[in-house]
């Protein structure tokens, strides 16, 4: 490649060049210039902010070497400007009619060629062209998107404010004289880098006394990434669902103790709810992400991103738009998606992250994602949302096996702790055979007649009668659990060679599973449409969200697969509120000697791990529906860390 002084003194009679938009190309064109030409009194120099400090450095040369290239590490990134920092977008149509899907998500701050406002301005990426004091009268300059054009916009810094830069527009020798400040955004996230991976490559070009010279620089749109334990909790999401009948009363009651663990926590923000849809997933229609830059003063320019679940008929999701779209905050939905693709695997219970690490020759500096597939049928999440999640280049997706569970969701049986080790974090895992050994023990030590669960009955749903003695005795269960240690284990080998932690570092938390009503008996417990959506449902809680009956969901379960899922409210499935807090879903288990048998072993599990728990009672209005805790909740993290940073402690 040729050198960047040798560039800029290219010299043409050719006129000024227009903008113009290439297709994608995945590597920035250097500017062809003839054989030795001779050294110009003035020459274009373009930079942008190649080592991510906040400021483009127009004095030094921090930020010339590697501006034509980019790296994990080095390079100059622009943000997609996803979000509505003037809440101008609009959510419903004439007469309040709702929009379609498709228009809900087609408005954004970069969906006009306007900056729009001060908030809007700190979203666009900075590129300067030092000053060319020497250029004579009659100079023009012009710019052109060479690579990314589709996917990007520029804008020029006048007195009068941003103005978009198009293919007529044209810089006057004395803005070229004084030196000029563009801004870049963006229009949209990296969907698919076969098609564009996120480069965008401007290039200024002055024109005087017949004479052309031109420069390069290279930009990245900035990863779309997930959010991981190590970043502290911030504000928590969940449903609320009004009403007065039993189911509701619950719920809010689930709500209002929710928000005292959160402040308990000293987390100061309010709980931001969903109120329109009554769909009480609320971690699986939505997973929460960010993109950022380094903005002015070093600090953190970051767009929060509501990437919205790849379930084209989830209503729910529409709320994401409606309510949280706006300042800060951009919301972006997977496209292509097929009805055919299973249901269940496409919530985003079924992707979790794991904390930064780096093993094996690979770095994750910003965590990895994880999903579940079902191996047993090859059944996988959405191909348009794995491949929009492995196109950002940094959080590769690992498929673990969830064919044994019955929803299939990751976080039913994993999870990520902050830990003050080496690494920085632990893996939580649920421990089944942990769980009976707590059941044959205490049938051991004479408590076989105790009830299983202590929870007390609801309004036409009886208290569970079974007690440890027939738990033992069912024919399923110790089946059940069996195959749920085998798979647990199984997939926690793949995370110990994909990560390098090793058993010290691995948390075991008693837990039990069970199959699902139409596989074998479940006791006393009473079958409700789960986070399937599908099943039998109490009419106390028939018109919620997924818990309305919309059918049999697509589940693509091999012939004679055992499918599972909590059979004592799975304690795994809770949410870090800090790095010594953990909120956990009422144990409910056998009570002997006035102390829950569960609840003190995952007491004693996590307090190894450092950390204190709490509980919420979640079973009736998530634990019934073969979910808990963290699938009816959602957090907002702190993203102000620099993505491309090792993080960790």
Same mark, same amino acid.
């Not at 969903?274 to 903005?295: I, K, N």
């Given at each position: 490649?040729?050198?960047?002084?040798?560039?800029?003194?290219?010299?043409?009679?050719?006129?000024a060049?227009?903008?113009?938009? +290439?297709?994608?190309?995945?590597?920035?064109?250097?500017?062809?210039?003839?054989?030795?030409?001779?050294?110009? !009194?003035?020459?274009?120099?373009?930079?942008?902010?190649v080592? #991510?400090?906040?400021?483009?450095?127009?004095?030094?040369?921090?930020?010339?070497?590697?501006?034509d290239?980019?790296?994990?590490?080095?390079?100059?990134?622009?943000?997609? &400007? /996803?979000?509505?920092?003037?809440?101008?977008?609009?959510?419903?149509?004439?007469?309040?009619?709702?929009?379609?899907?498709?228009?809900?998500?087609?408005? &954004?701050?970069?969906?006009?060629?306007?900056?729009?406002?001060?908030? $809007?301005?700190?979203?666009?990426a900075?590129?300067?062209?030092?000053?060319?004091? &020497?250029?004579?009268?009659?100079?023009?300059?012009?710019?052109?998107?060479?690579?990314?054009?589709?996917?990007? #916009?520029?804008? @020029?810094?006048?007195?009068?404010?941003?103005?978009?830069?198009?293919?007529?527009?044209?810089?006057?020798?004395?803005?070229?004289?004084?030196?000029?400040?563009?801004?870049?955004?963006? *229009?949209?996230v +990296?969907?698919?880098? !076969?098609?564009?991976?996120?480069?965008?490559?401007?290039?200024?070009?002055?024109? !005087?006394?017949? #004479?052309?010279?031109?420069?390069? @620089?290279?930009?990245?749109?900035?990863?779309?990434? *997930?959010?991981?334990?190590?970043?502290n909790?911030?504000?928590? %999401?969940?449903?609320?669902v009004?009403?007065?009948? =039993?189911?509701?009363?619950?719920?809010?009651?689930?709500?209002?103790?929710?928000?005292?663990?959160?402040?308990?926590?000293? +987390? $100061?923000?309010?709980?931001? *709810?969903?109120?329109?849809?009554? =769909?009480?997933?609320?971690?699986?229609?939505?997973?929460?992400?960010?993109?950022?830059?380094?903005?002015?003063?070093?600090?953190?320019?970051?767009?929060?991103?509501?990437?919205?679940?790849?379930?084209? $008929?989830?209503?729910?999701?529409?709320?994401?738009?409606?309510k949280?779209?706006g300042?800060?905050?951009?919301?972006?939905?997977?496209?292509?998606?097929?009805?055919?693709?299973?249901?269940?695997?496409?919530? %985003?219970? &079924?992707?979790?992250?794991?904390?930064?690490?780096?093993?094996?020759?690979?770095?994750?500096?910003?965590?990895?994602? +994880?999903?579940?597939?079902?191996?047993?049928?090859?059944?996988?999440?959405?191909?348009?949302?794995?491949?929009?999640?492995?196109?950002?280049?940094?959080?590769?997706?690992?498929?673990?096996?969830?064919?044994?569970?019955?929803?299939?969701? @990751?976080?039913?049986?994993?999870?990520?702790?902050?830990?003050?080790?080496?690494?920085?974090?632990?893996?939580?895992?649920?421990?089944?055979?942990?769980?009976?050994?707590?059941? #044959?023990?205490?049938?051991?030590?004479?408590h076989?007649?105790?009830?299983?669960?202590?929870?007390?009955?609801?309004?036409?749903?009886?208290?569970?009668?079974?007690?440890?003695?027939?738990?033992?005795?069912?024919?399923?269960?110790?089946?059940d659990?069996?195959?749920?240690?085998?798979?647990?284990?199984?997939?926690?080998?793949?995370?110990?060679?994909?990560?390098?932690?090793?058993?010290?570092?691995? @948390?075991?938390?008693?837990?039990?599973?069970?199959?699902g009503?139409?596989?074998?008996?479940?006791?006393?417990? /009473?079958?409700?449409?789960?986070? %399937?959506?599908?099943?039998?449902?109490?009419?106390?809680?028939?018109?919620?969200?997924?818990?309305?009956?919309?059918g049999?969901?697509?589940?693509?379960?091999?012939?004679?697969?055992? %499918?599972?899922?909590?059979?004592?409210?799975?304690?795994?499935?809770?949410?870090?509120?800090?790095?010594?807090r953990?909120?956990?879903?009422?144990?409910?288990?056998?009570?002997?000697?006035?102390?829950?048998?569960?609840?003190?072993?995952?007491?004693a599990?996590?307090?190894?791990?450092?950390?204190?728990?709490?509980?919420?009672?979640?079973?009736?209005?998530?634990?019934?529906?073969?979910?808990?805790?963290?699938?009816?909740?959602?957090?907002?993290?702190?993203?102000? !860390?620099?993505?491309?940073?090792?993080?960790?402690?």
């Amino acid at each position: 490649m040729a050198t960047r002084h040798a560039r800029l003194t290219r010299n043409t009679t050719n006129a000024a060049v227009a903008l113009t938009v +290439i297709g994608a190309v995945l590597a920035p064109v250097s500017p062809a210039f003839a054989a030795n030409p001779p050294q110009a !009194a003035w020459r274009v120099d373009l930079r942008a902010d190649v080592n #991510r400090d906040g400021r483009v450095d127009v004095a030094g040369t921090t930020d010339t070497a590697g501006e034509d290239a980019w790296s994990a590490a080095r390079g100059a990134v622009l943000l997609p &400007n /996803v979000d509505d920092d003037t809440k101008r977008c609009a959510v419903r149509g004439p007469g309040g009619r709702p929009l379609p899907d498709a228009q809900l998500a087609a408005c &954004n701050d970069a969906s006009d060629t306007k900056v729009n406002g001060s908030e $809007d301005a700190a979203d666009l990426a900075r590129i300067r062209a030092l000053p060319m004091a &020497n250029l004579p009268a009659g100079a023009t300059g012009s710019v052109s998107v060479v690579t990314g054009g589709r996917k990007s #916009r520029v804008f @020029v810094k006048r007195p009068t404010g941003w103005t978009h830069v198009t293919a007529t527009t044209r810089l006057t020798a004395a803005e070229l004289r004084s030196g000029v400040e563009f801004g870049v955004e963006a *229009t949209d996230v +990296i969907r698919d880098s !076969a098609v564009w991976d996120g480069r965008t490559v401007v290039r200024l070009t002055v024109t !005087a006394g017949g #004479r052309r010279s031109s420069d390069d @620089v290279t930009l990245r749109t900035a990863p779309l990434l *997930t959010q991981h334990h190590l970043q502290n909790a911030q504000q928590l %999401m969940v449903t609320r669902v009004p009403g007065r009948d =039993d189911y509701a009363r619950r719920q809010q009651a689930f709500v209002k103790g929710l928000a005292a663990e959160v402040r308990a926590a000293g +987390i $100061d923000k309010p709980l931001l *709810t969903f109120d329109a849809y009554g =769909d009480v997933w609320a971690q699986d229609f939505v997973e929460p992400g960010y993109v950022s830059m380094t903005g002015p003063g070093g600090r953190r320019q970051v767009i929060r991103v509501m990437l919205r679940s790849a379930q084209p $008929d989830r209503e729910a999701g529409r709320e994401l738009f409606e309510k949280l779209r706006g300042k800060g905050v951009g919301v972006v939905q997977a496209a292509g998606v097929r009805d055919t693709e299973e249901w269940t695997l496409n919530s %985003m219970g &079924n992707l979790e992250t794991v904390p930064p690490y780096s093993h094996g020759g690979r770095s994750f500096p910003a965590g990895r994602i +994880i999903m579940g597939e079902r191996k047993d049928s090859g059944s996988k999440p959405a191909a348009a949302m794995r491949t929009l999640l492995k196109s950002q280049g940094f959080q590769d997706p690992l498929l673990l096996d969830t064919s044994w569970l019955h929803v299939g969701h @990751v976080d039913e049986f994993v999870q990520f702790l902050p830990a003050d080790t080496p690494r920085g974090w632990r893996i939580g895992i649920a421990d089944p055979e942990a769980g009976l050994r707590l059941l #044959r023990e205490a049938q051991a030590a004479g408590h076989g007649a105790t009830r299983m669960f202590s929870v007390p009955g609801s309004a036409g749903t009886p208290a569970p009668k079974e007690t440890v003695d027939q738990a033992l005795a069912s024919p399923w269960l110790v089946k059940d659990n069996t195959l749920a240690a085998e798979r647990i284990a199984a997939n926690l080998e793949v995370l110990k060679r994909e990560t390098g932690v090793t058993d010290a570092e691995v @948390v075991r938390v008693p837990a039990l599973y069970t199959r699902g009503a139409e596989q074998g008996e479940r006791g006393d417990r /009473v079958p409700r449409l789960s986070r %399937m959506g599908a099943g039998e449902v109490p009419d106390a809680v028939s018109r919620y969200g997924q818990q309305e009956v919309v059918g049999d969901r697509k589940r693509d379960a091999a012939p004679g697969t055992v %499918m599972t899922s909590a059979y004592v409210p799975g304690a795994v499935n809770g949410i870090v509120l800090g790095r010594n807090r953990y909120l956990a879903p009422r144990q409910w288990g056998p009570v002997i000697g006035g102390t829950d048998v569960f609840t003190a072993a995952v007491n004693a599990a996590y307090a190894r791990a450092g950390m204190k728990v709490s509980y919420l009672d979640d079973w009736y209005t998530y634990h019934l529906g073969q979910g808990e805790v963290h699938c009816g909740t959602n957090t907002l993290r702190d993203a102000s !860390a620099a993505w491309w940073k090792p993080q960790g402690r």
